[in-house]
């Protein structure tokens, strides 16, 4: 009896030590790769999104197997390239195709859950963007330029306040991204199409994108910049329908 309430200790303890080692992974990958961070915080926003909106339970499954797809390849991708540099620390054209592979699966479970977001919420959007935006796409060009005015005094606040880079160049925030984020929004609330929306938001996340490849920003100042963009966009053209 005494053995036997000691093997189950132990297996119950092996168990917990299982769970705890699998969380301590998610949190490495996540502290670790950049490219994770983005993924949570697109996968958070889009289950925000999620919410507005009445998703019947086969897109809500359909949504939760493209995000989980998308993290778990993910981390596979960090465990591939892990063991590849545990093995050799030189180049090899072997170790290359091994991570090259991985992020290749990364990338076709990204397109695919890009797809499979097209696929829900295309039709809700602009379901949506019919109801909110037909007042707003009337308004006359000078909102915009406001937006745009008020988004380069803004960044360059910023810069003066956190005393970092110079008003064109690095700091905290990012002048590009709050810019082509702005007008990424003012583009989505003046037009009645989805597709308009989505190419322009894409060539707002290349242009960060690219601030961050430079290594003019860090990942922080680049998020900040977006955010800041948008929010300033969003308030202006509020006040611009209030008035």
């Known amino acids: 009896m005494e053995e036997n309430g000691k093997k189950k200790k132990k297996k119950k303890q092996n168990i917990i030590r299982s769970f705890n080692a699998a969380i301590e992974g998610v949190i490495y990958t996540f502290k670790s790769e950049r490219n994770m961070k983005i993924h949570y915080m697109i996968a958070f926003g889009i289950l925000v999104v999620s919410l507005l909106f009445k998703l019947s339970k086969l897109e809500f499954i359909m949504l939760l197997v493209a995000i989980t797809l998308v993290i778990v390849a993910e981390m596979f991708n960090t465990a591939i390239e892990k063991t590849v540099d545990l093995v050799t620390s030189e180049y090899h054209e072997l170790a290359k195709i091994a991570k090259d592979v991985a992020a290749g699966a990364v990338l ?15 039709d809700k959007l602009t379901e949506l963007s019919g109801y909110l935006i037909y007042s707003i796409r009337e308004s006359e060009m000078h909102i915009t330029l406001i937006c745009i005015v008020m988004v ?74 977006g955010v800041l963009g948008t929010l300033i966009a969003i308030l202006v053209f509020q006040l611009g329908l209030f008035y």
């Open 152 to 225: 380069l005094l803004a960044v360059v606040v910023a810069k003066a306040l956190t005393n970092t880079g110079t008003p064109l160049k690095g700091g905290m925030p990012s002048g590009h991204a709050a810019l082509s984020f702005a007008i990424a929004t003012a583009i989505t609330l003046m037009t009645e199409r989805v597709e308009a929306s989505t190419l322009a938001y894409l060539m707002a996340f290349l242009v960060a994108q690219s601030r961050i490849e430079g290594k003019i920003h860090t990942f922080w100042e680049t998020v900040a910049g």
């Open 108 to 122: 076709v479970v990204s397109l695919n859950a890009v797809a499979v977001g097209y696929i829900i919420f295309y």
